[in-house]
């Protein structure tokens, strides 16, 4: 072998290990269901309006436009008049499979500690009565960088969707009751 072979062959292997080296978070996913005494049309009455989220006890208003129209965009209040907010985009809807997706497109990481949210939310029949109401979410962590800090790392944004999602879907199971 000659000379400039090996030399070029020593420069090109540190390019080998680059791309590992550049990895970063990766995105997660999580779905939560609850199952739910109402039949599946009571609970898509309650739920399928885009720009009404005042099931959940953790919204405090929801102002929209474009209703449940893909494109429609809406901007939840959370916990009380002048609270922090999020805005959100409706890119997927079916009354008839009552079911609706959505994501983020504005907040604040120190309020809900994700980037690149997307959620799909759905209702369906129960085997032996009632509903199946399915939240699914995919994202990722608040600080897209290596090295995190913790409260903006995987854990905490799987926690803080995980805390939204149960609070909802607990909200419907009281509201509904729990099938048996």
């Given at each position: 072998?000659?000379?400039?072979?090996i030399?070029g062959?020593?420069?090109?292997?540190?390019?080998?290990?680059?791309?590992a080296?550049?990895?970063g978070?990766?995105?997660?996913?999580?779905?939560?269901?609850?199952?739910?005494?109402a039949?599946p049309?009571?609970?898509w009455?309650a739920?399928?309006?885009?720009?009404?989220m005042?099931?959940h006890?953790v919204?405090f208003?929801?102002?929209?436009v474009?209703g449940?129209?893909?494109?429609?965009t809406r901007?939840?209040?959370l916990?009380?008049?002048?609270?922090?907010?999020i805005?959100?985009l409706?890119?997927k809807y079916?009354?008839?499979k009552?079911?609706?997706?959505y994501?983020?497109e504005?907040?604040?990481?120190?309020?809900?500690?994700v980037?690149?949210?997307?959620s799909?939310l759905?209702v369906?029949p129960r085997d032996?009565?009632?509903?199946?109401?399915?939240?699914?979410?995919?994202?990722?962590?608040?600080y897209?960088?290596?090295?995190?800090p913790?409260?903006?790392?995987?854990?905490?944004?799987?926690a803080?969707?995980?805390s939204?999602?149960?609070a909802?879907?607990d909200?419907l199971?009281e509201?509904?009751g729990?099938?048996?």
């Amino acid at each position: 072998m000659n000379r400039r072979a090996i030399i070029g062959a020593l420069m090109a292997l540190p390019m080998i290990s680059l791309p590992a080296l550049a990895h970063g978070p990766s995105r997660q996913k999580i779905t939560l269901t609850a199952e739910v005494a109402a039949p599946p049309e009571e609970v898509w009455a309650a739920i399928g309006n885009f720009q009404d989220m005042s099931w959940h006890p953790v919204v405090f208003s929801t102002e929209g436009v474009g209703g449940n129209d893909i494109n429609a965009t809406r901007v939840l209040t959370l916990g009380k008049e002048g609270g922090p907010t999020i805005d959100e985009l409706l890119y997927k809807y079916s009354a008839e499979k009552m079911s609706y997706s959505y994501r983020i497109e504005k907040v604040d990481v120190k309020v809900l500690p994700v980037t690149n949210y997307s959620s799909h939310l759905t209702v369906k029949p129960r085997d032996g009565g009632g509903s199946i109401v399915e939240w699914r979410g995919a994202f990722y962590r608040g600080y897209p960088n290596n090295d995190p800090p913790e409260e903006l790392n995987d854990e905490a944004a799987i926690a803080a969707v995980t805390s939204v999602y149960k609070a909802g879907l607990d909200a419907l199971t009281e509201r509904f009751g729990a099938a048996n």
